[in-house]
């Protein structure tokens, strides 16, 4: 059995090697970034531009949305980062090339997503944590040691609520073999994490808090470092959200995992 | 020509064995509606109009926007790297097929069928779900010629980075960063009326409002004189000629980098 400390330093080990592997494509790598880079500034834009029309959006003022945004592209990073691995699920399903992930003596979701390292994510990483910066200065908000605490706690329980959508979404490959339409989908739904939650009515409201919630992805929690004051109780419910989230996920991947029988050949 | 339509036929029966992706898919656009539709409430909050749009006008151009956007994303693109990559090219090359028309051909062909699964469904959501208010005009018999140039822009540029994939790994970058800059420019994420003045200016004289704004205005501002539709439709066909010429020369060029291993 392989303990915490073993998987930290294996996953090091694997990913130098991946790296290493991946710099043999510089030119690819730094496309990659760029491109990375225009795809975080397109909802940018669109709030920009859209602020030149209107003065707020269900309240909230535009460097409001900027800190939301930046929240929510550092709350997507682990994912496109750590979990990039599911988007080639439906492949090695169909090929019947994901068996071999069974003969090692590991966790199987650790070994699958240890495979690949996005780094290119780590562009929208930065970005994410400079335009917080920025927007938490422009908006003259008051960080203290505390605070900063809550944040690393509630980035983290934000960042497990996607990749536990995402991961689910993509582990529907082991029923649906494609499973491309599926993560194409929460992917689409995921854009629309940063838009105030407020603008919806009561029963889609629900929905995107609680049956698909993308939510907690960013607005619940960035809500409590904009407007300490009427923070909503959902707030406090993040983390529990994205453990919870994450260890039904685990369930369903362990099911689809079990079912699985290979392709015969 | 007739045997460039069998590519059509392919590419439809290819579509249609994954109807369940289409289920989703049509799922996704109606979850992408809803959203929109509380969004620009929220950005109308009661007012008549804006930027001379109604709420109206402006939740039909981005709900027709977002099938638009599903019918041009036809991964042309990601199809040909995996072909260059593979070497599978080099079956097209050794016959008397040209690879531009043949990929054309094939990528109207899983257009035709994403018009009928998801096209279709979402207009009839338009008018018996979120009820809008279609005004009268001649408009309308110019989209389908209009919708057809953006088709082709869209494609033509999709296949001048498809050709990318002859000097990288991966066309990722290239790809993601076409999709932004044609989502955002293009008018395919928010109308042009909302940008301020100077840049509409500049985004007019570009090829990208051809693949959305174009096709758009002609749905949500039918009652326009013909001549202004004429006009529309002489700027798409520039455009189209253009980028068609442009991927040309392109694969000209590239084309001359191509080794493909024997097997």
């Not at chain 2, 693949?211 to 749905?219: R, Y």
Request: charged fraction near 10%; glycine fraction near 6%.
């Amino acid at each position: 059995m392989l303990t915490l400390g073993d998987y930290i330093r294996l996953y090091f080990r694997i990913e130098a090697q991946y790296i290493k592997g991946q710099m043999q494509y510089r030119a690819d790598f730094l496309i990659s970034s760029i491109g990375m880079f225009f795809s975080s500034l397109a909802t940018l834009s669109v709030f920009v531009v859209l602020f030149n029309t209107i003065p707020s959006l269900a309240g909230w003022s535009l460097m409001e949305m900027v800190f939301i945004y930046a929240f929510y592209m550092i709350a997507i990073s682990p994912m496109q980062i750590l979990f990039d691995a599911i988007w080639w699920i439906r492949y090695k399903v169909q090929s019947g090339e994901f068996v071999k992930y069974y003969f090692r003596p590991m966790n199987m979701m650790f070994y699958y997503m240890s495979e690949r390292f996005d780094i290119k994510g780590l562009t929208q990483l930065a970005a994410g944590i400079i335009l917080l910066v920025y927007s938490s200065f422009r908006l003259g908000l008051a960080w203290s040691f505390g605070k900063v605490l809550i944040l690393l706690i509630a980035v983290f329980s934000a960042s497990l609520v996607l990749i536990a959508i995402a991961v689910m979404a993509g582990t529907s490959a082991f029923w649906l073999i494609n499973s491309y339409p599926v993560l194409a989908l929460a992917w689409k739904v995921r854009e629309f994490a940063p838009y105030p939650m407020s603008i919806f009515d009561g029963v889609f409201r629900f929905a995107f808090t609680f049956i698909l919630p993308i939510g907690f992805i960013a607005f619940y929690p960035a809500q409590f470092f904009l407007r300490p004051e009427e923070v909503s109780p959902l707030f406090f419910l993040t983390p529990f959200i994205g453990i919870g989230l994450f260890a039904l996920t685990y369930k369903v991947w362990t099911l689809g995992v079990n079912s699985y029988t290979g392709t015969g050949s | 020509m007739r045997g460039y339509l069998a590519f059509v036929r392919g590419a439809i029966m290819v579509g249609v064995v994954y109807r369940l992706g289409f289920l989703f898919t049509i799922l996704g656009n109606i979850i992408y509606m809803i959203i929109a539709y509380f969004l620009w409430r929220s950005i109308y909050a009661g007012r008549e109009i804006l930027n001379g749009l109604t709420f109206d006008q402006a939740l039909l151009y981005i709900a027709l926007g977002s099938t638009i956007f599903i019918l041009l994303k036809t991964y042309t693109d990601w199809g040909m790297a995996q072909e260059i990559r593979d070497g599978t090219i080099s079956v097209y090359l050794t016959k008397p097929i040209d690879y531009q028309l043949y990929n054309l051909f094939t990528t109207i062909g899983f257009a035709s069928t994403s018009i009928l699964t998801v096209s279709l469904p979402t207009v009839i959501m338009l008018i018996f779900v979120f009820r809008i208010h279609f005004a009268i005009g001649a408009g309308y018999l110019f989209f389908p010629v209009s919708l057809l140039l953006a088709f082709i822009i869209n494609f033509n540029m999709d296949y001048a980075v498809g050709l990318s994939a002859f000097y990288t790994e991966s066309i990722w970058g290239i790809s993601t960063t076409k999709e932004i800059i044609v989502s955002v420019l293009s008018g395919a994420l928010l109308p042009l009326q909302f940008f301020p003045a100077a840049i509409q200016q500049i985004l007019m004289v570009l090829p990208f409002q051809a693949m959305f704004f174009t096709p758009l205005m002609m749905v949500t501002k039918p009652d326009q004189e013909v001549g202004v539709f004429l006009q529309m439709l002489a700027v798409q066909a520039a455009w189209a000629a253009v980028t068609y010429i442009a991927s040309r020369l392109l694969y000209s060029q590239a084309i001359k980098v191509l080794r493909v291993a024997g097997g």
